[in-house]
C-alpha cells in the first residue's frame, strides 16, 4: 500500500514536491515546464475562484470547473492533455500518502471520448491483450485482471466485491454462499454498489476504498471469466473480514481484502515485462488498471454500437434510458454482451 514519510501538512507546496519527485524519476526539463505551466495555472483559479488555500483541498466539483473554464481558450485534445497533467499530479500524491484522494477521477471518467481520442494512448489489440492474459500464471493475478477487463470496472469496485456480490454456479467446487437479493434472478453476474464508499462500514468491515458508480449495476459473467473466477476460488484463502471479500491477499497480508495499491502493483508487474509501463511514462503510455476500462469501453462500444449498454456496464448514467437496460437486464444487456464481449483465452 501506498506510504510516504511526508504528512500532508509538512509539505508546504505540493506542486514544488510532485515536480521534484518527477525530475527525480527521469522526467524532461520540457515535461516539468509543461506540468509546472498546468498546475500553476489550476492552482491560480482555485484560489481566484474557490478561494481555496491549498490544493490539498480541492474537490471534485472545482476540478471540474476549471476544465470547463479551458472550454473557451482550447481544442478538446489540448483539454484532454491538461487534465491529464492534473489528474497525475493527484493521483500521485494519493499514491505516496500525501493526499486522501484523487479528486480527478471521474472527472477523467467523463473526459473519456477526448481523451480516448489523443493520438499518443497505447493502442493494444483483442489478441495483443489475449496474449497477454495468457502469460499471467498466478490464479489470483489472472482472475484481477480478467475481471477487469471483462467487467470495466474500476479498480476500488473490483476491490470491494464480497463474495455475496457474486452470483456464480461452481459445482466443480465444495463451496456455498447467498448472493446478495439484487441478484436472485440473475445468474451468473456481478453485483457493483453505488453506495460503497471509503471510510463507511458494510458488510461488517470499513471500506478503505469508494465506488464512484451513479448507481447499482448487475455485470453478466460469462464462460471465461466465470472460468478464471473458478480456479482463483479453488485456491482461495479463509478470509480475515466477517464481509467475505471476494478478493483476498496472498502475500504479506494472507486473507484480508485486496486493496487497490496491490491491484496496480500486479497490473504494472505484469505490464513492465511486457513492455506497455515505464517508470515516468504518463496515462497515455502506460497500462494500468485505468486503462483496462479504457480498453473495455472501446472494443466493446465498437462491437455492440450500442452507446447505452457501454454507459450502463461502466456505471456511468442515472437516467431513464438506463432505466430500460436495468428492468430489461436478461434480455437485453446479457443478450448484446454475451454476442460481442471479446474472448481473452
Known amino acids: 500500500m501506498a506510504s510516504s514519510v511526508d504528512a500532508p501538512d509538512t509539505i508546504e507546496d505540493p506542486i ?5 519527485d518527477q ?22 483559479f482555485v484560489r481566484e475562484r474557490f478561494d ?71 493502442d493494444i489489440s483483442v489478441p495483443e491483450m489475449r496474449e497477454f492474459v495468457g502469460s499471467i500464471a498466478h490464479p489470483l493475478e489472472r482472475a484481477v485482471v480478467v475481471t477487469l477487463l471483462k467487467t470495466g470496472m474500476r479498480v476500488g469496485e473490483l476491490c470491494n466485491l464480497d463474495l455475496r456480490d457474486c452470483h456464480l454456479a461452481v459445482p466443480e467446487l465444495d463451496l456455498e454462499w447467498t448472493p446478495r437479493v439484487e441478484l436472485e434472478r440473475r445468474p451468473a453476474s456481478l453485483f457493483v454498489d453505488p453506495e460503497l464508499a471509503r471510510g463507511r462500514t458494510v458488510n461488517g468491515e470499513e471500506r478503505t476504498a469508494s465506488n464512484k458508480r451513479k448507481r447499482e449495476t448487475v455485470i453478466p459473467v460469462d464462460d471465461e471469466l466465470r472460468q478464471v473466477l473458478l480456479e482463483w476460488l479453488a485456491i482461495r484463502p479463509d478470509p480475515v473480514s466477517p464481509a467475505d471479500p471476494l478478493f483476498l491477499d496472498t502475500r504479506d497480508s494472507w486473507g484480508e ?70 428492468h430489461n437486464w436478461g434480455d437485453q444487456v446479457r443478450t448484446v454482451y454475451e454476442r460481442n464481449v471479446y474472448s481473452l483465452s
Open 16 to 20: 514544488a514536491y510532485f515536480l521534484d
Open 23 to 44: 525530475r527525480y524519476h527521469g522526467k524532461s526539463e520540457r515535461t516539468l515546464e509543461a506540468y509546472q505551466r498546468v498546475l500553476r495555472q489550476f492552482e491560480a
Open 52 to 122: 481555496a488555500e491549498a490544493v490539498s483541498a480541492v474537490g471534485r466539483r472545482e476540478c471540474m470547473a476549471w476544465v470547463h473554464s479551458l472550454r473557451e481558450r482550447f481544442e478538446s485534445s489540448t483539454i484532454a492533455t491538461y487534465a491529464s497533467y492534473l489528474n497525475r499530479f493527484y493521483e500521485y500524491m494519493n499514491r505516496v500518502g500525501a493526499f486522501e484522494e484523487n479528486p480527478m477521477v471521474l472527472v477523467m471518467e467523463e473526459l473519456s471520448e477526448s481523451i480516448d481520442a489523443n493520438p499518443t494512448r497505447r
Open 257 to 326: 481484502r485486496l486493496e487497490p495499491a496491490d491491484v496496480r502493483y500486479v497490473v504494472e508487474k505484469h505490464a513492465r515485462e511486457r513492455g506497455w509501463y515505464r517508470t515516468g511514462g504518463g496515462a497515455t503510455e502506460n497500462v494500468t488498471p485505468h486503462y483496462f476500462r479504457h480498453f473495455f469501453t472501446t472494443h466493446l462500444r465498437d462491437r455492440t454500437g450500442d452507446r447505452g449498454i457501454v454507459k450502463y456496464l461502466r456505471g456511468d448514467v442515472a437516467s431513464d434510458i438506463i432505466d430500460t437496460y436495468t
